[in-house]
């Protein structure tokens, strides 16, 4: 089995709480006071203008962190909290399954994506999908994307990049007030005018069979694809308990289900 199929890595959610109980603490006080308040806490908008939101971030963040990057943590919370709110759904995408859905277009015409569950996580094989968060940047590796409903029918996506032993932290790039109804759209969109989307060309890049998102297009349209595999019965109907491994990506302590080809 490929190294990226055998186990769940770490996840962003762990590795922005690194205490998991202190995390569900944070969650369950937001929820009061969303509660108290009559917040509607599926509002990214809302959920980080409660006191209880912001007393989290002020734990989590270092003093030394970058101000600028507020409101990066404020959207990784918003996903973090859903996250937790349904259980923790963890799905892992096994390779064979991701180099399907991006190479084929799917018969999907007239679908909405029924988000079942509301909110979770996706996980792509390692080092396989590579993004640049801006024009300047170097590209980073896609770990996966949080997929959160964010009202009856609008939804929110956060990539996370750079998920990597050497150094701690990572990059996000969310896609917010997302309309759930131009899902299908997305799925079979071509967004390149020179080349074929999620080609790359990146050293090395077709020797490994590497990917590469240069567009928030090729971004929808790829979790597009992972999510509508998600409603096709890819899963199994059991979790998996995460796995450990001595060498390698540092395993999940979360327990996940795995994502195959049809």
Avoid: N
């Avoid at 055998?6 to 996840?11: D, G, L, P, Q, S």
């Avoid at 980073?140 to 009856?152: A, H, I, P, Q, V």
């Avoid at 899902?183 to 967004?191: E, G, H, P, V, Y």
């Avoid at 074929?196 to 060309?201: I, L, R, V």
């Amino acid at each position: 089995m490929p190294v990226h199929d055998a186990f769940a890595r770490i996840t962003p959610y762990e590795l922005f709480f690194p205490d998991l109980e202190l995390a569900r603490t944070h969650f369950a006080a937001i929820s009061r006071e969303a509660d108290e308040r009559r917040t509607d806490v599926r509002d990214p908008d809302a959920f980080v203008m409660l006191a209880a939101s912001g007393k989290a971030l002020r734990e989590i963040r270092s003093s030394e962190d970058d101000p600028a990057l507020i409101r990066q943590y404020g959207l990784l919370l918003y996903h973090a909290f859903h996250f937790c709110r349904q259980g923790e759904p963890l799905y892992l995408v096994l390779g064979a399954a991701l180099r399907e859905f991006l190479s084929r277009d799917p018969e999907i015409e007239g679908w909405i994506p029924a988000l079942d569950p509301p909110a979770g996580y996706a996980q792509l094989p390692q080092h396989l999908v590579w993004v640049r968060a801006s024009e300047d940047a170097p590209p980073e590796s896609l770990d996966g994307f949080y997929w959160t409903r964010s009202g009856e029918d609008r939804f929110a996506l956060l990539l996370a990049l750079g998920m990597r032993s050497d150094r701690p932290g990572l990059s996000v790039v969310s896609l917010a007030d997302l309309p759930l109804g131009e899902a299908a759209a997305w799925a079979r969109l071509a967004t390149r005018e020179d080349g074929a989307d999620f080609s790359s060309s990146l050293p090395g890049s077709e020797l490994e069979g590497l990917y590469e998102l240069r567009s928030t297009g090729e971004a929808l349209k790829l979790a597009a694809r992972v999510l509508w595999r998600l409603e096709r019965g890819a899963v199994p109907a059991t979790s998996v308990p995460a796995e450990r491994s001595a060498a390698g990506p540092r395993a999940s302590a979360l327990t996940y289900r795995r994502v195959g080809p049809a």
